[in-house]
């Protein structure tokens, strides 16, 4: 007998060396480095990054707004309710969980998060890149212990814009060995 989904693995990501920690280190010392001479030598520049970060500050204000309209007229759902927008003999429960867990980062606004829908489209209702996505394939396969080698013979490739399409797109992954 399978095991439930309620169970499924935690992500386990790979240990980062010595070596990757001080490189990253470096670079973020050299991008601060650079910035801060860049203010000190043109101090106009300090206006336009403060428009900047005024405007990003904005744009996640209104994100978040956004996301609580979407959760009060879900008051109701759950991941259940997700769970139940597919065929549960056709796609892997593991992956359906996986899924659901994984994008509740992006759903988040203070005070909670937005329920999900497998008809929500990434970039219209969430405003996630779908390249963000990929990231994110490594590590539901690893959760659900599917493979990520050879995505372009997947028959969803190129084609994951709905939660809905990602579940499938991972559903038709290959199973790893182990």
């Not at 520049?45 to 005024?54: N, Y």
């Not at 959760?143 to 399409?165: A, C, L, M, Q």
């Amino acid at each position: 007998m399978k095991t439930p989904s309620r169970f499924l693995p935690a992500y386990v990501p790979e240990p980062v060396t010595n070596r990757e920690k001080v490189l990253g280190h470096g670079f973020v010392l050299l991008i601060v480095g650079g910035l801060g001479y860049w203010i000190w030598s043109q101090p106009g520049i300090l206006a336009l990054l403060a428009g900047m970060v005024c405007f990003g500050g904005f744009l996640h204000w209104q994100h978040n707004r956004d996301l609580q309209k979407l959760a009060a007229l879900r008051t109701t759902e759950s991941i259940c309710t997700f769970a139940r927008g597919f065929d549960r003999k056709a796609v892997d429960t593991w992956i359906i969980r996986a899924v659901y867990e994984e994008l509740q980062a992006y759903v988040k606004y203070p005070g909670g998060s937005c329920p999900i829908r497998a008809a929500d489209r990434f970039e219209k209702d969430f405003h996630v890149d779908p390249e963000e996505m990929e990231e994110l394939l490594p590590v539901i396969a690893q959760r659900t212990g599917r493979s990520t080698d050879d995505t372009e013979s997947n028959p969803y490739f190129g084609k994951v814009s709905t939660i809905g399409d990602l579940v499938h797109f991972i559903n038709c992954q290959p199973r790893t060995s182990t």
